[in-house]
């Protein structure tokens, strides 16, 4: 299966929106480019806070986990600028994600074999 730019914003978006909502952390607009890796900028709300993000990471699915790895990114609120790895690892505490340097591993079964970016698209081997 071969997912283009909207598709992977409309599976990342409904994907984590369970995890999100336990945290009332909601994706108000966002926009998402995929070249090497995935790039994704979005307005978001926390506590009744509009707050500005921006960040790059690839994907992988291995062991159950969804494994969104070489995470780079920030969080704008009036005028901070936090590291978006730290800001989630206040947030989210949570028995389905783990935290390693700059990657988070949400766990949940899925039909996939593998994840592929390639030619600004990300295939989907899904198992037989």
């Known amino acids: 299966m071969i997912l283009n730019e909207k598709e992977v914003q409309t599976c990342l978006e409904y994907g984590l929106k369970p995890l999100l909502n336990k945290y009332s952390i909601q994706i108000k607009e ?7 890796k995935i790039y994704m900028s979005a307005v978001i709300t926390y506590q009744d806070r509009i707050l500005d993000m921006s960040t790059s ?3 992988d699915y291995r062991n159950h986990q969804l494994a969104f790895e070489n995470i780079n990114g920030k969080i704008e609120y009036l005028f901070l600028q936090l590291n978006m790895m730290s800001v989630l ?12 340097e ?10 996939i074999d593998e994840l592929i ?5 990300l295939y989907v081997q899904l198992k037989e």
Do not use: G, W
Not at 30 to 36: A, G, R
Not at 89 to 100: E, G, P, S, T
């Open 30 to 36: 966002s926009q998402l480019k995929i070249n090497e």
């Open 57 to 59: 990471f690839t994907i």
């Open 89 to 100: 690892r206040q947030l989210i505490h949570d028995d389905h994600v783990m935290f390693k």
């Open 102 to 111: 700059n990657a988070l591993y949400y766990r949940c079964d899925l039909p």
């Open 117 to 121: 970016i390639e030619d600004e698209h």
